[in-house]
């Protein structure tokens, strides 16, 4: 089973700053990750595959990079409907699927 | 519009069985795998179960052989059939769909399915 380790858990950011999420694999997954998005109460909502691409009707403020091992989510400038809990996931290896622990982006 | 609605949940005494639901709508269901995603209160995502399109079923071990997912073409809907549920499987329960481009490119609501007695 593929471990994904997400850091930090949390995140205090003041909007309007940028936001670096990491996630990283226990082996390689290729570019096969994808990252959700999921506010209080609500379904997670897919924003990035294919670890750099956007899905459908995701601002370009959220970017995504790497590949193999280590991941990254960049929120480049904060708005207030950012802040919620982001999910890496692996697809390369399954099953299972794997999810991280998530990271909660908070104001500061 | 894709739609995504979940039903079935509820409390159950440890042991127990339940059948959870999800009908589906805006696509066409039987081209896509789909997948059931369960999350406890507070805790983070953990996948449930998959089924391709051929109902070709996948399970983690934490479910297997006390899980079965399912899916009916004609009438647009996924199921996941819960049998000696124990505690550790009360979560809000969400069908998903699995996108061409990969991952999870829609989700339902969710539904609570809580254990205990």
């Known amino acids: 089973e593929i471990v994904m380790t997400q850091s930090p858990a949390t995140l205090s950011v003041s909007p309007g700053e940028r936001a670096t999420l990491s996630c990283r694999a226990s082996?390689?997954?290729?570019?096969?990750l994808a990252w959700y998005q999921q506010k209080p109460g609500q379904a997670p909502r897919l924003l990035i595959y294919g670890a750099s691409t956007r899905a459908t009707g995701i601002p370009a403020r959220f970017s995504g990079s790497g590949s193999g091992t280590e991941f990254t989510l960049t929120i480049s400038s904060l708005q207030s409907e950012d802040f919620a809990v982001y999910y890496c996931q692996q697809y390369n290896n399954w099953p299972p699927l794997t999810f991280g622990q998530g990271t909660k982006v908070e104001i500061k | 519009e894709v739609q995504l609605v979940e039903s079935g949940g509820g409390l159950v005494q440890p042991g127990g069985s339940l059948r959870l639901s999800c009908a589906a709508s805006?696509?066409?269901?039987?081209?896509?795998?789909m997948h059931w995603v369960r999350q406890a209160t507070g805790k983070g995502l953990e996948w449930v179960s998959a089924i391709g399109t051929a109902g070709d079923p996948y399970y983690p071990g934490s479910v297997k052989g006390r899980f079965t997912i399912s899916r009916e073409n004609a009438k647009n809907s996924l199921y996941l059939q819960m049998n000696s549920l124990r505690a550790g499987d009360t979560a809000v329960y969400y069908c998903?769909?699995?996108?061409?481009?990969?991952?999870?490119?829609?989700w339902g609501q969710g539904t609570l399915v809580t254990v205990s007695s």
């Open positions: 805006g696509f066409t269901f039987s081209s896509y795998d």
């Open positions: 082996q390689s997954v290729s570019s096969n």
């Open positions: 998903a769909r699995w996108g061409y481009d990969s991952a999870f490119d829609y």
